[in-house]
């Protein structure tokens, strides 16, 4: 039984991660811009009452206010009155721990299981064997980092066969650093629930289990990192159609191992 053919190729979910991934890093370069008169270092403010705030100026009013971003982005706003001394120092790097964050990644990876085989009769089950094929992925998580080790979230993900296969994905995105250093190990557990992106005309697909465990390494920059990532990958789908007058079920399971790489905010 030959697999359902690709008519029109969709490219809109790779269009998708790369508007967010854009549309995200445009906003934080804009805010991270302060004054034109200020040289934007890492700040400390000495207040009198033995306060010390650490972060970056983004706003000075000579004898009368300053305004300064901490490292946990909270921004305070301090009189002259209230201030001992302002001064400079070499920013210790931190990665960040709590709040919202965005990744995408791209990939490719060789096929390392079954995927199916016919068995023509009513009500019948379908797997193994089909010779090897290749997939790529895209995929776009958006969720919130509640501390360093837990992320919770959700994703979509678009997976595209040689067999010239397509499926969209969404489900939970669970991920964590095992390190607040500038270069850590990472997890990421993603689990929903896939349908095929490119019916077969005359066949009726029911959506199956997706489920994605990876281990990686992240580059830890200052508004940003960068992700590389080995993982499995594996997508069950399920199609009736009637072939000989017979009704027919036929089972994919489709299991790749996949190299990434991707961007987060």
Request: proline fraction near 4%; include cysteine; glycine fraction near 10%.
């Amino acid at each position: 039984m030959k697999l359902p053919q690709f008519k029109q190729v969709n490219k809109d979910l790779i269009c998708l991660v790369f508007y967010f991934i854009s549309s995200h890093s445009v906003l934080h370069a804009q805010e991270a811009k302060g004054p034109k008169e200020l040289n934007l270092k890492h700040q400390v403010v000495y207040l009198k009452n033995g306060s010390i705030i650490r972060g970056t100026i983004i706003d000075l009013k000579k004898d009368t206010m300053v305004k300064i971003r901490t490292v946990g982005r909270n921004v305070w706003v301090f009189q002259y009155s209230e201030i001992l001394k302002i001064s400079s120092e070499v920013a210790s790097f931190k990665a960040k721990t709590t709040g919202f964050y965005i990744a995408g990644t791209l990939g490719v990876g060789p096929n390392i299981g079954p995927a199916y085989t016919p068995i023509f009769g009513t009500n019948s089950r379908f797997r193994d064997a089909e010779p090897n094929f290749e997939g790529g992925f895209a995929s776009l998580a958006i969720g919130h980092r509640f501390d360093r080790n837990f992320d919770l979230g959700g994703f979509i993900n678009y997976t595209a066969y040689t067999t010239t296969d397509a499926f969209t994905s969404i489900g939970i995105d669970i991920r964590g650093d095992f390190s607040d250093r500038r270069i850590t190990p990472y997890y990421v557990a993603q689990v929903g629930v896939g349908d095929c992106s490119n019916p077969y005309v005359g066949y009726t697909y029911r959506p199956g289990l997706m489920v994605h465990p990876a281990l990686g390494l992240k580059f830890n920059f200052k508004t940003f990192a960068l992700l590389g990532e080995i993982g499995f990958e594996y997508q069950q789908l399920v199609d009736n159609h009637t072939f000989d007058s017979k009704l027919v079920n036929e089972m994919y399971n489709y299991e790749n191992v996949s190299f990434k790489l991707g961007i987060m905010f």
